[in-house]
């Protein structure tokens, strides 16, 4: 199974853009990269996911290296709500769709 | 209502009780999976399921048994519990092997 590896943790100011790395050298072909993020004690909430190419959404915007051994999640606008841990998480059809999730970082966002 | 539901949320059992979690989703998703989180931990998976009468092993199983005889249901059962099982049990479901996965609210278990 691919692995990921992320920063334990990182502080962000308010209203700056949060940039959280995400490191997958393993990744394979068809193998999704996916981003979640968990509040306090509540269910982890998903952000966004890409295969290959950039993706935005409402949230955040995912950017992903040629290679595609890492990527980096961007949070444009951080805001006192955004404090979470956050996910990077490799899945695909060849793990058998299994979701496993790895320590994650622990974003502060500070005023 | 749509979407995805756990019970209960909070649940005290005496360790050697059978415990059954429940989960169900009301979209029909193909894959659903069960986590256990410890405090201050991430999330681990106990099992998962692709679809009815499909089932497999997550990272810890030891101790759970799971069942999905329908789409919607895939309840987790705690044959006999143990004070290590005390956690916060979170239950997930995506359509497909590489849609994104929603989460229930979870359950919060005590064993004593």
């Known amino acids: 199974d691919a692995k990921t590896t992320q920063p334990p943790s990182m502080d962000c100011a308010e209203g700056r853009a949060a940039n959280l790395p995400c490191n997958h050298s393993?990744?394979?072909?068809?193998?999704?990269v996916y981003w979640y993020r968990q509040i306090h004690s509540q269910g982890p909430q998903y952000i966004i996911h890409?295969?290959?190419n950039n993706e935005t959404n409402e949230m955040a915007s995912l950017i992903i290296t040629e290679d595609r051994k890492s990527s980096t999640l961007i949070l444009p606008h951080a805001t006192l709500r955004d404090t979470a841990v956050y996910y990077c998480?490799?899945?695909?059809?060849?793990?058998?769709?299994?979701?496993?999730f790895g320590q994650g970082t622990e974003l502060s966002v500070k005023p | 209502d749509a979407g995805i539901t756990q019970s209960p949320r909070y649940k005290i059992t005496e360790t050697g009780r059978q415990v059954t979690l429940m989960c169900h989703q009301t979209?029909?998703?193909?894959?659903m999976f069960w986590y256990r989180q410890d405090l201050g931990h991430g999330l681990r998976l106990i099992y998962y399921?692709?679809?009815?009468?499909?089932?497999d092993k997550g990272e810890v199983p030891d101790g759970y048994v799971v069942s999905r005889s329908k789409t919607e249901n895939f309840p987790l059962t705690l044959e006999s519990a143990t004070r290590s099982q005390t956690s916060v049990y979170f239950c997930?479901?995506?359509?497909?092997?590489?849609?994104?996965?929603?989460f229930g609210q979870g359950t919060r278990l005590t064993v004593v």
């Open positions: 997930a479901s995506s359509e497909s092997g590489v849609s994104e996965a929603f």
């Open positions: 393993t990744i394979s072909g068809n193998e999704y």
């Open positions: 890409g295969l290959k």
């Open positions: 998480i490799v899945r695909g059809f060849n793990q058998g769709g299994k979701l496993i």
């Open positions: 979209w029909s998703h193909s894959y």
């Open positions: 399921s692709a679809a009815a009468d499909i089932t």
